[in-house]
């Protein structure tokens, strides 16, 4: 695990940082803002140069005057100031995207609501339905708002078109309907509750949200987690992944109405999950692991590995099938196409940013938990579309069969958890390459060795932000189709 | 697609016949609501009571700190207490169909108000046993509920066989289910679609975040879930129930299973 090198700044160093970085082939995994006093805000920027390399955070002093908006330079920032805007009151200047995203244009509060000066306890208000939705007229233009109580079982999310016939001109996202405050709610807790409230940020990332939360504190602590938990945890994160992404399969193949495709991909799910209730406890992985290592020890080595051959088997026949059924293949083909530019420019992530040529995975360039000595192969394809989105989950499918079963030859008996005791304020940060992409925690101690703030950078909050490029100048019949390619959820985003 | 068709045939049955007729109800190894011992209680220990995340496990007279009560209403099973517990007072279990008519017949210290509760009038369900439309609204969930109601219609449980269906418009639901502890942006857009669905209507809370607004309750803007916002007909808490809990909650609504769970205690 290369860790982080931190460095105050000025905020005048910034723009020249950022040209280094991207000159390098480098871009920002995200910013946040926090208050080491009640008086104080800084803002953090974190930075990844490349594979190998360790992350910078450089941590500007926020405490008064407005910041100047580095979207212009590094346009995924644009959402992250915009966060911190709604949170923390602070109003960066010149930026391209003036107005609200985690807060609703309607929601009235006594103060930014994340700072220390809010009102404990106080809940938001909302007045009618004012969004920032922008009106575009035109001869012909159709307007289709779609949420944010859709069709289905579905979370909601408001999604409003402007169409010509199929054509669809441009696509607005109003997400953040389930914006639960879940950063605030970390505050005062101690690191073994947090645990718990990781879990509970996205459910079907529930692991790894705890290994990144548990791996922050453990940065925070100095403490070294023994190898059988850095196995066990290799093992569980890829059983997540295995689940998810048969999910995936499942309800693309649904999109592209190939019933007995879809229900096959549904019942590989439902296998997979059932596995994980056997291993764990839950079919979520949840209640398995804690800062220092895991909260018990599991018995995968006497019947995991048979199940999962047996499961894989299954899982090849499925894809075989698959890539022979022309009318699914022609539905994903060229569909929701995203160039490599914007992927990287608007800060795509995990199997999204690898089918548009992106060659990152943190599990092999920061790595963590045992992977180091795992064989691990990332997939990457260029082409970008529906299509290349799917092989990049099938291949991972593959590797994930590859690293459980390795896990498993390896799994030696042992300590399952060292003890981890995070010193007064003190700091930490930890990742995870979840299922949809990167995951980073940073968490902050108070003096009491309690938790004082913890920013959740979730990959859906990534893909969410990339996701419209594909749907301008697509069309309507293929929409779903492309959301479903795209692996999103709206909890993790907007937490 | 032949080819599909084929496929399809020669894989055979998948759904089980739980909980009609014989077969698994799939959830093996599931960790449930953890079981209460009273009678190995150490007075004057408070452990439990202080690791719970959710406060479900509560000390309600301070003057009787042995007065240990449980609401699994707020129980989001994450099993802290049946590892902290010094005498093993708690005990992991496998009881998860948690689903009750009463809020407060998952309170084991809701004794007082159990007895001077009048029962409810109930509508009846007859004309719905064997065809009832479901609307979900996510008010705000984690994703789990969504994750466990999805599976609901995957070819092992194939809830269809039941009679039971979701429905994507309001106006055709008998059953507004919903998810999520009512964030402040969905408070307005859940009782739109509630006030959108025809008469007779019934309310489903699944998941403790919809009972009683779960880990995350009490922030700025997440919400303590359904009590007060809508009449609730049936409870189910977890995090997230299962599939299995699911369906049961379901039938129990339909007058089609017993309750299980009454004053917070879990009977076979």
């Known amino acids: ?495 | 697609m032949p080819l599909w068709t084929l496929f399809g045939l020669g894989e055979g049955k998948a759904t089980t016949g739980w909980p009609r007729g014989p077969g698994s109800d799939g959830q093996e190894g599931v960790a449930g609501m953890p079981r209460f011992d009273r009678a190995l209680c150490e007075e004057g220990c408070m452990a439990c009571a202080e690791v719970c995340p959710t406060r479900a496990i509560y000390i309600p007279s301070a003057a009787d700190p042995a007065s240990v009560e449980i609401d699994y209403g707020r129980c989001i099973t994450c099993q802290l207490c049946v590892e902290t517990c010094p005498t093993d007072a708690f005990q992991s279990s496998r009881n998860w169909a948690f689903a009750v008519r009463e809020r407060h017949d998952l309170d084991t210290g809701s004794a007082a108000e159990r007895e001077n509760a009048k029962p409810l009038p109930r509508r009846s369900l007859k004309s719905f046993k064997r065809s009832l439309h479901i609307r979900h609204v996510d008010a705000g969930s984690c994703n789990g509920c969504e994750s466990e109601l999805q599976a609901l219609n995957n070819p092992f449980y194939n809830l269809h066989r039941l009679g039971i269906f979701f429905t994507p418009s309001p106006r055709f639901a008998d059953v507004l289910l919903v998810t999520g502890p009512v964030t402040y942006a969905m408070r307005g857009p859940l009782l739109e679609t509630y006030a959108a669905m025809p008469d007779p209507k019934w309310v489903v809370a699944v998941g403790t975040c919809a009972v009683s607004g779960g880990i995350a309750e009490g922030g700025y803007s997440c919400g303590h879930g359904l009590e007060g916002v809508l009449p609730v007909d049936v409870y189910l808490p977890g995090c997230p129930p299962n599939p299995a809990a699911i369906v049961e909650a379901l039938l129990l609504l339909l007058d089609r299973t017993p309750q299980r769970v009454h004053g917070g205690t879990y009977g076979e």
Not at chain 1, 206 to 211: G, I, N, P, Y
Not at chain 1, 428 to 454: I, M, Q, T
Request: net charge negative; glycine share 10%; hydrophobic share 40%.
């Open chain 1, 1 to 495: 695990m290369n860790g982080v090198v931190r460095s105050q700044r000025r905020v005048d160093e910034i723009p020249g940082l950022l040209r280094e970085l991207h000159r390098r082939g480098g871009r920002m995994q995200m910013a946040y803002a926090w208050q080491p006093e009640a008086d104080r805000t800084e803002i953090r920027y974190l930075a990844g140069a490349g594979a190998d390399e360790p992350f910078s955070m450089w941590c500007v002093d926020a405490s008064s005057g407005s910041p100047p908006s580095f979207a212009p330079e590094s346009p995924l920032l644009g959402w992250y100031e915009r966060e911190i805007s709604d949170l923390f009151g602070i109003e960066f200047s010149g930026h391209p995207e003036p107005k609200r995203l985690v807060l609703h244009e309607g929601a009235i509060a006594a103060a930014p609501p994340m700072r220390a000066d809010y009102p404990i306890g106080r809940e938001l208000e909302i007045v009618g339905h004012a969004t920032g939705i922008p009106e575009i007229r035109g001869p012909d233009v159709q307007r289709l708002p779609w949420g944010p109580v859709r069709a289905d079982v579905v979370e909601s999310g408001e999604f409003v078109f402007y169409y010509i016939g199929e054509h669809i001109l441009h696509l607005y996202t109003q997400l953040f309907f389930k914006h639960r405050g879940m950063e605030a709610r970390f505050t005062g807790l101690t690191s073994l509750a947090g645990v718990v409230l990781a879990e509970r940020v996205s459910a079907v990332g529930s692991f790894s949200h705890a290994l990144a939360f548990c791996q922050a504190v453990e940065d925070a602590s100095a403490c070294i987690v023994p190898a059988r938990a850095r196995m066990l945890r290799v093992l569980l994160a890829e059983m997540e992944r295995l689940y998810n992404h048969l999910h995936y399969l499942g309800v693309l193949a649904e999109t592209t109405t190939l019933k007995v495709g879809a229900a096959e991909g549904k019942l590989l799910e439902e296998r997979a999950k059932q596995l994980n209730s056997r291993l764990t406890g839950s079919r979520f992985l949840q209640n398995a692991v804690m800062p220092g290592g895991m909260r018990r020890d599991l018995d995968p080595e006497t019947w995991l590995g048979e199940e999962l051959e047996r499961l894989r088997e299954e899982v090849a026949k499925y894809v075989a099938l698959l890539g022979q059924t022309n009318s699914y293949r022609d539905r994903l083909m060229g569909t929701g196409p995203l160039p490599h530019r914007i992927a990287f420019d608007q800060g795509a992530t995990g199997p999204v940013k690898r089918a548009s040529g992106i060659n990152r995975d943190l599990r092999r360039d920061h790595d963590y938990a045992g992977y180091a000595h795992l064989p691990l192969t990332v997939p990457t394809k260029t082409e970008g579309d529906a299509q290349a989105r799917e092989q990049i989950r099938i291949a991972e499918i593959d590797a994930s069969f590859v690293l459980m079963q390795r896990v498993l030859l390896l799994l030696e008996a042992g300590e399952i958890r060292a003890s981890c005791s995070p010193p007064a304020n003190s700091e930490g940060l930890g990742w995870a390459e979840n299922p949809r992409g990167s995951l980073f925690y940073a968490v902050h101690f108070d003096g009491n060795g309690k938790l004082k703030r913890v920013k959740i950078k979730s990959p859906s909050f990534s893909n969410w932000r990339v996701f419209p490029f594909t749907v301008h100048d697509g069309n309507m019949m293929d929409y779903a189709i492309n959301e479903a390619s795209f692996g999103l959820t709206i909890a993790g985003c907007d937490r």
